[in-house]
């Protein structure tokens, strides 16, 4: 069993910084690329930022040099640092995975329960 859990999520007024952690536990071999994401009612799930295994990041234009992804595989962590935040920033935040579980040989994808953001004007 893989579990996936955010926390830091809240309420900030624009301008504001929030940090948003995850951490995954289980029968964990190895983690492979990670993600956040972000969801607003109505519209799909967008990602936001992503980390690969060899800790190369690439953002969405909307939050680049707002926001700074990164990862500890020591402790099988993902962490979102979130800057200048805007009211459209708002919205429901996921982490996701892909994890290689221990006795297997393939990778699955893994999502978080969601940690809601507001921004406030």
């Known amino acids: 069993q893989v579990q996936l859990v955010e926390s830091g999520g809240g309420l900030v007024q624009a301008g504001g910084s929030l940090n948003l952690s995850c951490a995954a536990s289980?029968?964990?071999?190895?983690?492979?690329?990670m993600a956040w994401y972000r969801q607003v009612p109505g519209a799909q799930r967008e990602r936001v930022a992503v980390?690969?295994?060899?800790?190369?990041?690439e953002y969405a234009d909307s939050v680049k040099g707002r926001f700074t992804i990164s990862r500890d595989n020591s402790k099988n962590t993902v962490s979102l640092q979130m800057n200048s935040m805007k009211p459209e920033d708002t919205g429901v935040y996921y982490c996701?995975?892909?994890?290689?579980?221990?006795?297997?040989?393939?990778?699955?994808?893994?999502w978080g329960q969601g940690t809601q953001v507001t921004v406030s004007s």
């Open positions: 980390i690969f295994h060899d800790s190369r990041t």
């Open positions: 996701n995975a892909d994890i290689l579980r221990q006795r297997t040989t393939f990778q699955v994808n893994y």
């Open positions: 289980g029968s964990i071999w190895s983690i492979g690329t």
